[in-house]
């Protein structure tokens, strides 16, 4: 795997309220039980989200949230971001869907429509989609957000990779640039790399998958601050 810069940040404090156990999802209608209760009683599993995030999740909370209790987004307000998120860029090419199990956000924005060719300067069509994007980050605070570049295999390598990082830095700047804490961002581009091909490198079709970044947001809550904590004692 290629090595890739990353823009290093730590993560700011943030408060928000606590839910109660169960709660209607704003997708579906239905009754569930509310995600950080789930955590409080299955910590593994809620706590593990944040594994994959870049750079690791204790580097980048603790120290950072004093005693701010951070629980209850990760349940109803999580559904909630979705929805809005869906609702506001329908139409526009950017896809919106659960990751991790159902634990974090990803939000993906499209080629053609984001970057021109070979290019690394967001169109001027797009930004207010990515306005909105960043609008939603700043509204729901409690989350790390990581940046991430993808190319397809046509061209050099080493022009691919710097391809990758330098869309993926552009993303995070502009998000940095429209309100959203430059502590919680982190980037990173992946090149050609086939382990995140999403297409089929032979078609164009499978080549404008492949050629994307992604914007994953992934929430925290009262627990993983506390893990934290306790791992950087």
Do not use: H
């Not at 809620?46 to 909370?61: D, E």
């Not at 001027?124 to 940046?147: C, G, I, K």
């Amino acid at each position: 795997m290629k090595k890739s810069r990353i823009l290093t940040a730590s993560l700011a404090a943030v408060s928000l309220l606590t839910v109660s156990a169960c709660v209607t999802d704003p997708n579906t209608g239905e009754k569930k039980i509310s995600r950080t209760v789930l955590g409080s009683v299955g910590g593994a599993a809620v706590g593990g989200l944040l594994g994959g995030v870049i750079g690791g999740k204790t580097g980048r909370i603790i120290g950072a949230v004093g005693g701010a209790a951070a629980a209850g987004y990760v349940g109803y307000k999580m559904d909630q971001q979705i929805k809005e998120l869906k609702e506001q860029t329908a139409g526009s090419g950017v896809d919106v869907t659960e990751v991790d199990g159902g634990e974090a956000i990803l939000v993906n924005l499209p080629d053609g429509v984001t970057f021109a060719t070979g290019s690394y300067e967001i169109n001027s069509t797009f930004r207010a989609t990515l306005d909105t994007v960043a609008a939603s980050m700043v509204q729901y605070p409690s989350s790390l957000v990581d940046v991430y570049g993808y190319t397809d295999s046509t061209g050099a390598d080493d022009f691919n990779q710097r391809l990758s990082e330098q869309r993926a830095q552009a993303v995070a700047s502009y998000l940095i640039g429209r309100g959203v804490a430059s502590s919680r961002l982190r980037w990173q581009g992946f090149g050609e790399n086939p382990q995140y091909f999403k297409g089929d490198n032979s078609t164009e079709y499978g080549r404008s998958l492949n050629r994307r970044v992604e914007i994953k947001i992934i929430p925290f809550d009262q627990q993983d601050v506390q893990e934290a904590q306790q791992q950087g004692n």
